[in-house]
């Protein structure tokens, strides 16, 4: 999983433009990866996830790459909103399993009128 | 997906004090999780919920500072012990059935510890 830093990096767009926020993972055995989108004052709420064997996931304006030779996957956001402005966190199974996941850094998105 | 309170949803305690966090559930599910959140950082778990016994906790967080309770496949509590200003975080439930990675989460119970 990913190491978790002590600042969160942040992405400034447009309203109308695309995203793309970036996540490293380190887990080469790593075969699902779930996006979140947490608000502020919110908990994490779930995206879109992706499977190991896939390479390219769509969802409603969002899309997930995964390259896995490289071990990064991005997700995409298509024209985005105001309501889009949020923190966006990568996860992916922990070590030693038992359906727990290991988030990373996370990113702050934030929309510019 | 299931839909998950918390309470309190924020509280400013004292040192040395406790305070319990629950975590309620709509339906039943396999498998509930604590999280920690310090400010502008990532989720940390804290431990697994284990529906009646005892939690399972990850490296860095122990039983006497962080007990927990599951008596049901529907609640569980999180208490934060003997605290301190580090203690000062969003805690956070999480949900999952067993066969799936799939989380959900509750809003979260923001703590300041003065």
């Known amino acids: 999983g990913e190491s978790v830093g002590l600042h969160l990096p942040t992405l400034s767009v447009q309203e109308g433009d695309n995203s793309i926020i970036n996540c490293a993972y380190s887990?080469?055995?790593?075969?699902?990866f779930i996006w979140y989108k947490q608000e502020s004052g919110k908990g994490p709420q779930f995206i879109i996830d992706?499977?190991?064997?896939?390479d390219k996931r769509q969802g409603q304006r969002v899309t997930v790459l995964l390259n896995k030779t490289v071990k990064h996957l991005s997700l995409q956001i298509a024209a985005t909103q105001p309501g889009d402005s949020a923190v966006y966190f990568c996860?992916?199974?922990?070590?030693?399993?038992?359906?727990?996941?290991?988030f990373g850094t996370g990113t702050q998105l934030k929309v510019e009128l | 997906s299931a839909v998950i309170s918390q309470k309190p949803s924020r509280d400013i305690c004292q040192r040395g004090t406790s305070l319990t966090i629950q975590c309620q559930v709509d339906?039943?599910?396999?498998?509930m999780f604590w999280y920690r959140q310090q400010p502008g950082q990532s989720l940390t778990l804290i431990a697994t919920?284990?529906?009646?016994?005892?939690?399972?906790?990850e490296s860095g967080f122990v039983i006497d500072k962080f007990p927990i309770s599951r008596p049901n496949l529907t609640f569980s509590t999180l208490t934060v012990s003997n605290m301190s200003p580090e203690d000062s975080s969003i805690y956070l439930c999480?949900?999952?059935?067993?066969?799936?990675?799939?989380?959900?989460f509750g809003p979260g119970t923001r703590l300041t510890v003065t």
């Open positions: 999480s949900v999952a059935d067993g066969g799936t990675y799939e989380q959900y």
């Open positions: 887990n080469s055995a790593s075969d699902y």
């Open positions: 992706i499977r190991s064997n896939m």
């Open positions: 996860a992916d199974p922990a070590t030693g399993g038992g359906n727990k996941l290991t």
């Open positions: 339906s039943q599910v396999t498998m």
């Open positions: 919920a284990n529906q009646g016994s005892e939690a399972t906790y």
